[in-house]
């Protein structure tokens, strides 16, 4: 069997697989919904901002905009030192990532673009390390949504559970109740993913935009106050989903496409 073939079939039964564990009649496969791979830079000291900043607009991004994905790039809200830069690759779905990563080692052109970035010498590194968290977008969100340009302030969110059957229960959540709720109080989704791979399993994070922190603040309060919110969070099938919540305030770097 060809490579290509091998792994459209592997992504196929992935899809599956990640989808079969929700009650919707019609799960998406996961050819059919984005694959997002969320990396979090600690960055080494302000310098090191433009020098990944210049590393993606010359190299990352075209390269990956070839393929059909979108970039979003995403500075901390308090702007700490040293700095922390949160970077989203949204791929059309598993294979499209896997072959992302693949032709990154052998692409002509994205080698000579990304040349200044890689021979950086060892005593002047950009980063400390960095985090992957690799996620399967939800069915109800099946690909990323673009926010307004009036976009200010974004919030990450991310919900871990005590086993993997309460996380099941909270993507299930969000899918059939939830995020029609979102949508009419004001809380604008940019994506929502389970987590596959990444530090915080079995968990799932999600992006939302706000034009700033007064309209997050007024509209998160429309939410927790709703009767439908009130209604739905006291549902037995939806008892102990979450057991930890994480939330990062951020606002878009300049060169991010989200």
Do not use: C
Request: aromatic letters at 14%.
């Amino acid at each position: 069997m060809k490579r290509r073939s091998f792994l459209k079939s592997s992504a196929l039964a992935a899809g599956a697989t990640f989808t079969a564990t929700s009650v919707n009649a019609t799960p998406i496969l996961g050819e059919e919904k984005d694959f997002y791979e969320l990396k979090v830079f600690q960055l080494t000291g302000g310098g090191a901002r433009n020098q990944l900043k210049k590393y993606y607009t010359d190299a990352v991004i075209p390269f990956l905009n070839k393929r059909g994905a979108k970039v979003g790039a995403f500075n901390e809200y308090s702007l700490e030192d040293p700095p922390v830069m949160y970077i989203l690759h949204a791929h059309k779905s598993p294979m499209d990532y896997y072959e992302a990563v693949q032709s990154m080692k052998s692409d002509a052109a994205f080698l000579e673009a990304a040349k200044e970035y890689s021979q950086l010498p060892a005593d002047n590194p950009i980063f400390v390390r960095y985090e992957t968290f690799l996620m399967e977008a939800f069915d109800a969100i099946p690909r990323i949504k673009q926010p307004d340009s009036s976009r200010g302030l974004l919030e990450l969110r991310t919900y871990e559970s005590y086993n993997e059957d309460a996380g099941i229960r909270k993507v299930k959540m969000f899918n059939d109740e939830e995020l029609p709720l979102f949508e009419k109080v004001g809380l604008h989704p940019v994506f929502f993913g389970q987590l596959i791979a990444g530090q915080y399993m079995p968990a799932l994070t999600y992006m939302l935009w706000f034009k700033d922190m007064d309209e997050r603040t007024a509209n998160w309060a429309k939410f927790s106050g709703s009767p439908e919110w009130n209604t739905m969070k006291n549902k037995p099938e939806y008892a102990n989903t979450v057991s930890k919540v994480k939330k990062k305030f951020l606002i878009p770097a300049d060169f991010s496409q989200l």
